[in-house]
């Protein structure tokens, strides 16, 4: 069965952007060497993401502009956007909109997944979303070494310490990453 997965980079102190939506402090740390994003992806069948994470990727990447791109970042995967306005879609991308509850549309993106996992890509709210549906089964989080003064937060909801374990930490980079398993109910 899939697994729901968020998956994300953070500032130090808990921010995944800043007061501008932007990601500048991100792309100022030196990436690791990129393999274990790609062992990552391989697992992947589905890329679930808000509509600010969508819109700030179609821009950052000229991909209304360049859809051929798309498939180096999204592959032939289909990808759900929640949100409640009407979106541009780069051409040949499997982009799939949904609105309402994550509960209501769990089941179709599970099926989407088939026998891989879901990536929830961003934002923190909508991971948030994903977690209050008890539908959430993983968080990664890779901690870079900055901190902003504010901005969009990692996981904008208490989450008690009964509901995460950690599972491991490891050195990528300059990154600390940290993968915790979710205990549902």
Known sequence: MARVIYNTASTLNGFIADDNNSLDWLFEVESPDGGELESFLQGIGVFVEGSTTYEWVLRQERLLEEPHRWAGFYGDRPTYVFTSRDLPVPEGADVRFVAGPVQDALP??????????????????????????GALDEIQVSIAPAAV?????????????RTL?????????????????????
């Open 149 to 161: 003064t504010g901005g969009a937060p990692l996981l904008p909801r208490v989450v008690g310490a």
């Open 165 to 185: 374990s950690l599972r491991s930490v490891e050195q990528r980079g300059q990154f600390a990453h940290l993968s915790y398993d979710v205990h549902r109910g």
């Open 108 to 133: 179709a993106i599970i099926d989407a997944a088939g026998e891989r996992d879901v990536w929830v890509v961003g934002g923190g709210d909508l991971a948030g979303q994903f977690l209050d549906a």
